[in-house]
């Protein structure tokens, strides 16, 4: 009896023993892993306009501020106006060829100064880069008018392209139409300054 008693003791001591080793053997294993990384590096692009009073293809230069602005050049009989008289200049804007985004150009209200600035109107048209700045002008579409020279009225805006590099975006003409008024000071000057906005798309 007693050795019957001693025996199971000794084979339920190794069947414990043995459960102890099984556990232990799981919390021994261990899982493969393994990890994948990505990095993304960000560039802002390039955003510039200039403008130019010679042509749609050369003069082309920054103006941009008030003290900087290019000095357009109106027809014959601009710096002798009578009442009702009508003066038109050419001028050309474009993005710049490190541009990389195509952009919308908007107008601004002008500044103006002296004594014939309530006396002139003022119509501003896009039209054709290789159009002529004329009578004709009125055909194209209205960027901005003033009924004088410190009034503002929005038009609508103008697409500009960017250029595929290296080259610049196509130009487009902006045609200034100034007409004198009833009421125009004899000898009397007035200096106009209009600026324009692109913001890209």
Known sequence: ???????????LA??????VL???TAVTLAAW????FATGTFTAGAFNLEG???SATAGFAEHPDESTAAAIAFTAGFDNIAPEDVVYAPFWVRLDATTTDPATLTANAPTSTGANAANLSYDVYSIGAAAACDETATSGTLVASGTDLT???????????AGPAPAAGAAAQLCFVVTAGSDLVESGA???TWSFTAESN
Not at 1 to 11: A, Q
């Open 1 to 11: 009896m007693n050795v019957k008693t001693t025996n199971r003791r000794k084979v």
């Open 14 to 19: 190794v069947l414990a023993g043995g459960l």
């Open 22 to 24: 099984g556990v232990g």
């Open 33 to 36: 892993n393994d990890s994948e």
């Open 52 to 54: 130019s009073t010679t």
């Open 151 to 161: 009034g503002f009225a929005a038009g609508s805006g103008v697409s500009l392209a």
């Open 190 to 192: 007035a200096t106009a």
